[in-house]
């Protein structure tokens, strides 16, 4: 079954060079921007962990309208 799709994605490939390109280059913008919100969710979720009461931190924010 594996064989299988190897076979026809090699064959895609060699038919269609350029689509097949366009394909793998979407597929890697895709799961770079991925990779780099999920290490900036994680960076901001991690934010005060480093306390040992990390669970009793509160931030508190203003926005002053002027």
Do not use: C, Q, W
Not at 3 to 16: D, E, M
Not at 46 to 62: A, C, F, G, M, P
């Amino acid at each position: 079954m594996f064989k299988n799709y190897i076979v026809s994605a090699l064959r895609n490939i060699t038919k269609r060079p350029f689509y097949a390109f366009l394909v793998i280059l979407g597929l890697t913008i895709g799961l770079a921007a991925f990779i780099f919100i999920l290490i900036y969710v994680s960076d901001e979720i991690s934010y005060d962990k480093y306390n040992v009461n990390h669970s009793r931190i509160h931030r508190l924010e203003s926005d002053f309208a002027l």
